[in-house]
């Protein structure tokens, strides 16, 4: 388990271990993390990376927490169009980062195969999902969306065919890309695309929230 995160010394530590994790991800993936490597690139001792983390697993996951926290909180303008646009060009500039890309491209990669990996994947994207929820919670309460939509179905929407064009077509998203995705989850949703189909509605105290 990774240990909790105090301030001085260790958290300039820590920072310097993920950031080195995060580059050799991107660079070599996600097979070929190696903890010896990581101590080396952050220039700690081996002991000190062994004894926090134990396996790469456990890194990755603490990766993954650290790029959550980090995150830009959610847009909150009132207006779902523009808060489902400013969650498209949050998750774009992510995809189309020139370090941030490579490394979720490793990370889902490493998914596929170790379980572990795919735990700690689930778990960064129910934080962000859980986050951006409450503005399409709040839009069904301001009479934008049906009663009933799923939020995080609605996010979820926004990011898919960003995710895609990465991982599959193998094209880097850009800006007008985030624009149709988020133009269309919207659309989608006043159409009543994402109500629940078990009827009920999602309240905003509902939704998973980040810890």
């Known amino acids: 388990m990774v240990a ?14 993920l950031r080195a994790a995060g580059d050799l991800l991107a660079e070599q993936g996600f097979a070929q993390l190696d903890l010896g490597e ?27 927490i650290d790029m959550a926290e980090q995150s830009l909180p959610r847009s909150r303008t009132g207006d ?23 490394l979720f491209k490793a ?6 195969w170790d379980e572990g990996a795919a735990t700690a994947l689930r778990t960064f994207y129910r934080t962000r999902v859980g986050e951006w ?12 969306l049906p009663a009933g939509t799923d939020p995080a179905a609605v996010i979820q929407a926004v990011s898919a065919p ?9 094209r880097v ?13 919207a659309l989608a949703a006043r159409a009543g695309a ?18």
């Open 4 to 17: 909790s995160r105090p301030g001085g010394r260790t958290a300039r530590v820590r920072a310097d271990v």
């Open 38 to 64: 990581v101590a080396r690139r952050a220039e700690v001792g081996r002991t000190t990376v062994y004894r926090r983390w134990g396996t790469a697993i456990a890194l990755v996951t603490d990766l993954l």
């Open 80 to 102: 779902l169009d523009q808060d489902l646009r400013a969650n498209a060009r949050l998750v774009q500039r992510t995809l189309a980062d020139p370090r941030q890309g490579p």
């Open 107 to 112: 990370i889902i990669a490493g998914a596929t």
């Open 133 to 144: 929820s409450p503005c399409v919670a709040e839009a069904v309460e301001r009479g934008e």
């Open 162 to 170: 960003l995710y895609y064009d990465l991982l599959i077509t193998g």
């Open 173 to 185: 998203p850009d800006e007008p890309a985030a624009d149709r995705a988020a133009n269309a989850a």
């Open 194 to 211: 994402f109500v629940d189909l078990a009827g009920h509605a999602v309240e905003t105290s509902d939704i998973e929230r980040p810890a």
